[in-house]
């Protein structure tokens, strides 16, 4: 899976921000100073990386971290689809887990503790209905 585009990156010796030229290419993301490839800047193996976020970094805007052993990348897209794609497509490469998504988390609580219980007590009473003497069955259990 490959994906390119122009990200802003926090530099490792400079704290300086930088804009850079990214590209998933084979088992590296690689990062070049332009889209034309000359000035290969630096790379990270993607093997390497443990876990990949969304954070709020130094009030920083649709940032995302990418964490490898050696050291944290701080990164920030122009805006907050390219960085979820580009969060969900390096979490993808890299063979991590992908989170659910803030929709899921709130729905699934919802669903489990409150639609569930009413959908199984709405069949209930349809089954109970259609074999009354079924309950005679529930209660010497």
Known sequence: MMKTGYLTKEGGR?????????????????????DNK????GSIPIQSIT???????????HCFLVATEPRTFYIV???????????????????????PSPKE???LPLLYHYIV???????LKTFLNHFPNISLLFFLC
């Not at 580009?86 to 490469?93: A, E, G, I, Q, S």
């Not at 219980?117 to 069949?123: K, L, S, V």
């Open 51 to 61: 876990e990949i976020e969304p954070t709020y970094y130094k009030s920083k805007k």
């Open 105 to 107: 988390v709130l729905f």
């Open 77 to 99: 897209a122009p805006n907050e689809e390219e960085m979820n794609s580009w969060v969900t497509v390096l979490r993808k490469v890299a063979g991590l887990k992908q989170n």
């Open 14 to 34: 400079y704290k300086s921000w930088k804009k850079r030229f990214m590209a998933i290419e084979g088992d590296d993301l690689n990062y070049y100073k332009k």
């Open 38 to 41: 000359k000035e290969k800047m």
């Open 117 to 123: 219980p009413i959908i199984i007590q709405i069949h």
